[in-house]
C-alpha cells in the first residue's frame, strides 16, 4: 500500500441488488476521497463488480469464517488493524459488519460510518428502516460529509457477448428469484406466455437467472421456439452488457434486473406483497414497477399494457 495515502475501507458483502444500489454510494466515495488507497471487503460473487468498477484500489474477499474458528477471525482481525485504515465506511450495516468494527478493540479505532454503537458517524436517523436503500446510504454518507450520491453507474461495465451469437432484436427475461422466496415470482406460464408474445412481436425473448433456474429457462423455451435460454450461462459483467443492447427486460424482484435498470434498459418489475419497492426497487428513468399483493393475480395482458409503447406487442 503506497505510503502517505488515505487508506480507506468500504463494506458491501451482498446480495446482488444490494450491493448494485450501493454503487452510486461507492462512486461517491471515489470522488471524495480522491488519490486514497480505498479497499472494498465483499464477497466472492461481486468481487468482479467491484474490481472493474474502477471505485478501488484492491479487493477483498470474506470467506465468512464460522463463529467458532478462532483462527481465521485472529488472521481477519490481523489485517484489518495491519493497514491502519483512517476511514471504514460500513455499506452493510448487518450484525456481521458491526463485529468486524469489534475487532479493532481495544483500539484505535478508525473513523466509521454506520451503525454500531460507539462508532465516529453513526447514522442515527429514526427513520432509517423506512427510507429506500438507495436513500438511507445517500443520508448515511452525508453525516459522513459525502453529498454527491447519485444513482447506480455501470456504463464501465464491458463483456464479448459473442459466444451467445444473439440476434439484434431481443428482450430479457428474468423469472426467478431467490429459492426462499416464492412469493416473488411470477408464475411460470404466464412468463411463456409473455414470451410467446414477444415471439410474435418478433423480438427474441433470452433468459437470465441461475443454474437454479434452468428448470424456468427449458420451460419458456418449449412455449417460444426462438427463446435462448441462458440460464446459468452470463456473469454479472455480461449481464449488464446483455441489457445495454436488449429491447426490455422483464423481471421479478430479483438481482439481475437491478443490472439491466442501472444499464438504462427498459425494464419492468414486477413486485408482491413479500417486498416493497418504496425500500427497495430499482430506480431510474426507464424503470416501471408493477405490484400486486400476489403475484399469480397479475394478468399477462396487464404485464403486455405496461411493456414500453415502442416494444409492447399486441
Not at 490481523?78 to 450495516?93: G, P
Request: with cysteine; net charge positive.
Amino acid at each position: 500500500m503506497t505510503s502517505g495515502r488515505q487508506r480507506i475501507l468500504v463494506i458491501k458483502l451482498g446480495a446482488l441488488g444490494d450491493f448494485v444500489q450501493a454503487m452510486g454510494p461507492m462512486a461517491a466515495i471515489r470522488r471524495h476521497h480522491g488519490d486514497a488507497h480505498i479497499v472494498l471487503l465483499t464477497t466472492a460473487p461481486f468481487a468482479q463488480l467491484g474490481q472493474s468498477s474502477g471505485y478501488f484500489d484492491d479487493v477483498w474477499l470474506d470467506d465468512r469464517p464460522p463463529i467458532l474458528a478462532i483462527r481465521a477471525w485472529l488472521r481477519f482481525r490481523r489485517r484489518l488493524r495491519e493497514v491502519l485504515f483512517e476511514r471504514v465506511y460500513d455499506l452493510q450495516t448487518s450484525d456481521r459488519s458491526g463485529w468486524y468494527f469489534r475487532l479493532f478493540w481495544p483500539g484505535p479505532w478508525p473513523e466509521w460510518s454506520g451503525i454500531v454503537l460507539g462508532c465516529s458517524h453513526h447514522h442515527n436517523n429514526p427513520e432509517r428502516e423506512r427510507m429506500h436503500t438507495i436513500d438511507r446510504q445517500a443520508d448515511q454518507l452525508r453525516i459522513a460529509g459525502i453529498r454527491d450520491v447519485g444513482l447506480p453507474d455501470v456504463s464501465w461495465a464491458k463483456a464479448d457477448l459473442s459466444r451467445f451469437a444473439l440476434p439484434g432484436r431481443y428482450a430479457l427475461l428474468v423469472p426467478g428469484a431467490s429459492p426462499h422466496r416464492p412469493a416473488k415470482r411470477w408464475p411460470l406460464e404466464r412468463y411463456a406466455g409473455l414470451a410467446h408474445e414477444l415471439e410474435r412481436a418478433a423480438i427474441v425473448p433470452v433468459i437470465l437467472g441461475t443454474k437454479a433456474d434452468r428448470p424456468f429457462g427449458r420451460a419458456i423455451v418449449a412455449r417460444a421456439a426462438t427463446a435462448r435460454d441462458l440460464t446459468g450461462e452470463t456473469n454479472i459483467l455480461e449481464i449488464i452488457t446483455l441489457a445495454r443492447d436488449a429491447a426490455l427486460a422483464v423481471g421479478n424482484d430479483t438481482g439481475p434486473m437491478h443490472l439491466t435498470a442501472a444499464a438504462g434498459c427498459p425494464s419492468l418489475v414486477l413486485f408482491s406483497g413479500a417486498s416493497d419497492p418504496a425500500l427497495c426497487a430499482p430506480r431510474g428513468a426507464r424503470v416501471t414497477i408493477l405490484r400486486r399483493r400476489r403475484l399469480y393475480e397479475l394478468k399477462l395482458t396487464e404485464v403486455l399494457d405496461a411493456l414500453p409503447r415502442q416494444e409492447a406487442c399486441s
